[in-house]
């Protein structure tokens, strides 16, 4: 059974930074893409970041550019997200995604998807 497990989210001030993780489990995760979504109450879901099983090509919504960085630790199962510079708009759930075509991307079906974890941020 496929989990992912997210962590790191919190209450925090404008311009502080979090870094979010994602364990991934119950398959071989070195061939998927991996990534991350967000979602505010009452809003669509709406993708954050993605990156190809290999780590090479890395994709970015606009809102995020220049703040955000995705990583992954094959070896861990892991995909994380540095979030610095955060302002009050990215206060939303965070959820961890897997795309088994392992090329990921603004628009491809994500297959498995965590429970998300809370990031708050104030202003």
């Known amino acids: 059974q496929v989990q992912l497990v997210e962590s790191g989210g919190g209450l925090v001030q404008a311009g502080d930074s979090l870094r979010l993780s994602c364990a991934a489990s119950?398959?071989?995760?070195?061939?998927?893409?991996m990534g991350w979504f967000r979602q505010v109450l009452g809003k669509e879901r709406e993708f954050v970041a993605a990156?190809?099983?290999?780590?090479?090509?890395?994709y970015y919504a606009d809102f995020v550019k220049g703040r955000f960085t995705i990583s992954r630790d094959n070896a861990k199962n892991t995909v994380y997200l540095q979030m610095n510079s955060l302002k009050p708009e990215d206060t939303a759930v965070y959820y961890c995604?897997?795309?088994?075509?392992?090329?990921?991307?603004?628009?491809?079906?994500?297959?498995?998807w965590g429970q998300g974890t809370q990031v708050t941020v104030s202003s």
């Open positions: 995604v897997v795309d088994t075509s392992g090329f990921g991307g603004k628009r491809v079906l994500y297959e498995y």
């Open positions: 119950g398959r071989t995760f070195s061939s998927d893409a």
């Open positions: 990156i190809d099983w290999s780590g090479t090509n890395r």
